[in-house]
């Protein structure tokens, strides 16, 4: 999927990553507080998608919790978005990413400031996912 879309991830500085965890095992569940999110986790498998010179990698690291995360953005998976994108195709699977933000099954936790992502590179991704990044009004 990354190598389908790397002209989306062009404008991105080396070093900007985004991470992806699955929701269970995390213990980030939707609507609870995020005063108790910092020490949400645990030992489980997060991949990582980070810029390097030839354009965007996965590779899996372990997600502790958000009080050591060290990415600019984190998408948290619930089970059932798991399924979908295993069983989409690699052309599918940015689409269906999209739809699963906007329906809840996945949830999108921001790192960094607007400015800081617009510094590294982050509109069209940010556009492609169907969130609102720097507004109409340019």
């Known amino acids: 999927m990354l190598d389908r879309h790397q002209p989306m991830f062009a404008d991105m ?77 690699a052309e599918e699977r940015m689409p269906m990413l999209k739809r699963l933000i906007r329906s809840g099954d996945v949830l999108f936790f921001v790192f960094r400031t607007k400015f800081e992502l617009q510094d590294a590179g982050y509109e069209d991704f940010l556009d492609t996912l169907g969130l609102a990044f720097l507004g109409a009004c340019r």
């Open 13 to 89: 500085v080396p070093g900007a990553s985004v991470g992806l965890v699955r929701r269970e095992g995390s213990g980030i569940q939707p609507g609870k507080h995020v005063g108790g999110l910092a020490s949400a986790g645990g030992e489980i498998p997060m991949m990582l998608w980070t810029v390097v010179d030839g354009g965007m990698v996965a590779s899996l690291v372990q997600f502790r919790g958000l009080a050591d995360i060290k990415v600019d953005l984190l998408l948290v998976v619930g089970d059932r978005a798991v399924g979908n994108l295993a069983t989409a195709s």
